[in-house]
């Protein structure tokens, strides 16, 4: 990994720092870009280079004041930085990981090396494996999918075996008493009933009365144990089982629209993330190089003031521009480091990203909006999200058309005994009244269908709009970028000439000063038509629903910015 701006000639330099991003609020000169190739801007270009350093590898402070040592001092950091990586062994097979930034611990994990410094390829590609949203949104739609091969058997034969064991023990007393009495009673009304009645016959009730206990008590104990086997296979369903597995398979292909959702709404923060960090490292580079060049032009005015050429408000005028340019300096530092800080934050390290892909701008006109607008109506996850509901509800349809429809069923059941019993047999069942009303649930599906149909109108129209939107941003930023040249190439050459101007005393540093404010707004103007270019792509690329398309129009760029970091 080097410095891209170290390396690049005057010339190549000249012509692409004009059209350098910057915040809105740059105010930074590029003296060592525009100008000659003297051997004060030699020097003002190490100043620069260390100051960088300084702004993205803040964690070591560098005081060194030449080109060579800050690159020296750069790669030891690189190096170390590389070395924390390696520390971090990959493992085969899952384990459980400890999440960088919120320090959970997490099952069924694996672990990732991520390089320091990225290309926004690689962070892609690196956001898919460690996104919290997108593992969640794996775990629902795998869910889903056990769901259905779950219900995929629901109407296959239930085989099921039934095994008892069992003690008793029975200790009770019986009152004979009421019975004894009603027996009595009997005999003797049989009795009395004989006709013609015999005489001298014993009294039978008594007999058997005696016979008979007032109370017995019961005491039995033992055990039983019994087996059986047993099936009930649902031959027939009426379409239940099929509209309840294509209502989960719909709820699947609604998971997994809303994954797509998420999906491309990450990528988007990541673009909006890399290159805004992009944009923060290179308006912090300005700000170095903008205070650099006060620095000259406060020497150079303390020395007029001591010869008298110029006056004391004059030279208090450059002082005051030395500390506005110190202050504008570090706040650009500590805006580079946030911004990094989020895309850290993004990609879940533990270390500062490095992003290695520069901002750009393509001059050739995008295909025509039909062309996007059909990207749109085809692979939008919205519209996909939207036929999954009308799926359910077709499905839900389907189950309600079956209310009153028979469900048909085999069984058998047999005791496994030396002497066993068993039954088979086949049932069928209706409804014929109460639970769920029919008319109503059918007229509940469908609403919902209708529901769908009109919501993917809705939606396509939404669709289309955004898309048209988003594709008239991209052409606006390009046309803008590109009119902007002209104002950046007027500031810079206004701008050279004040410098000559204040070495030959015709112009004083104030003059110089905000002839660098004039040329540090005209480039940054043409950078936020540049950054607007690039997000305005990014936005319209996921309103088609490809938001990785986003990397073909970025590889096929004619106009691209410097950046500090590449391989």
């Known amino acids: 990994m080097k410095f891209a701006l170290s390396t690049l000639s005057t010339a190549v330099m000249t012509i692409t720092l004009m059209s350098i991003a910057a915040s809105p609020s740059a105010s930074a000169n590029d003296n060592t870009i525009d100008s000659q190739n003297t051997g004060s801007q030699n020097e003002v270009a190490a100043v620069n280079v260390t100051n960088v350093t300084q702004i993205i590898d803040a964690d070591n402070q560098l005081n060194t004041q030449n080109a060579s040592n800050v690159v020296n001092a750069n790669n030891t950091n690189i190096a170390t930085t590389n070395s924390e990586i390696d520390q971090v062994k990959h493992k085969k097979g899952l384990t459980t990981l400890i999440d960088p930034i919120t320090h959970k611990s997490i099952d069924n ?25 997108i593992a969640a949104n794996q775990a629902a739609i795998a869910a889903s999918e056990y769901e259905t091969d779950a219900l995929k058997t629901i109407d296959n034969p239930l085989v099921f075996a039934r095994v008892s064991a069992s003690t008793y023990n029975l200790d009770a007393d019986v009152d004979l008493s009421t019975l004894k009495n009603g027996i009595v009673n009997d005999i003797n009304t049989s009795v009395d009933n004989i006709i013609p009645p015999i005489p001298d016959l014993p009294n039978f009730g008594e007999l058997v009365g005696e016979r008979i206990p007032d109370n017995y008590e019961l005491k039995r104990s033992g055990s039983t144990t019994g087996a059986g086997l047993g099936v009930v296979w649902p031959i027939y369903t009426a379409g239940r089982t099929t509209a309840l597995t294509g209502a989960s398979n719909a709820r699947t292909q609604e998971a997994v629209a809303d994954s797509l959702l998420d999906k491309n709404e990450l990528y988007n923060t990541l673009i909006e993330r890399y290159f805004k960090a992009q944009l923060a490292i290179i308006a912090a580079y300005l700000r170095e190089d903008a205070y650099g060049t006060v620095q000259q032009v406060d020497h150079m005015a303390q020395r007029l003031f001591e010869e008298g050429f110029i006056s004391r408000v004059d030279r208090l005028e450059a002082q005051s521009a030395l500390a506005d340019a110190k202050s504008e300096s570090v706040n650009a530092n500590n805006d580079a480091r946030l911004a990094m800080m989020a895309l850290q934050r993004l990609l879940r390290t533990e270390y500062r990203i490095k992003p290695s892909t520069p901002l750009f701008v393509s001059s050739s006109p995008l295909q025509d909006v039909n062309y996007f607008q059909d990207l749109a109506l085809t692979n939008h996850p919205g519209l996909q999200k939207v036929a999954a509901k009308r799926a359910q509800a077709q499905q839900l349809h389907a189950l309600s058309d079956t209310g009153y429809k028979p469900t048909v069923m085999l ?27 029919k008319t109503a649930t059918l007229a509940s599906s469908n609403a919902k269908i209708r529901q769908a149909d009109l919501t993917e109108i809705e939606v396509s129209d939404n669709l289309l709009l955004l898309v048209e939107k988003n594709w008239h941003d991209v052409n606006n930023a390009q046309s803008r970028y590109q009119a902007l040249q002209s104002n950046v190439e007027l500031a810079a050459e206004v701008l050279r000439l004040r410098r000559l101007g204040l070495q030959e005393g015709l112009n004083t540093p104030i003059d110089v000063v905000q002839a660098q404010t004039q040329s540090l707004k005209a480039r940054t103007e043409q950078a936020q038509a540049a950054n607007t270019y690039v997000q305005s792509l990014a936005a319209l690329m996921q309103s088609c629903g490809t938001p990785l398309a986003f990397n073909a129009y970025l590889n096929a760029a004619d106009i691209r910015l410097p950046t500090l970091y590449e391989k």
């Not at 047999?414 to 049932?427: C, F, H, L, N």
């Open 411 to 437: 069984y058998g059941y047999g005791q496994i005994e030396k002497d066993p019993s068993w039954v088979a047999g086949i049932s069928a069942s209706w409804k014929l009244w109460g639970g769920l009303d």
């Open 109 to 133: 994990s694996y672990p990732v090396e991520v390089s320091s410094l990225l290309s926004l390829e690689q962070a892609q590609n690196i956001l898919l494996q460690v996104s919290p949203k």
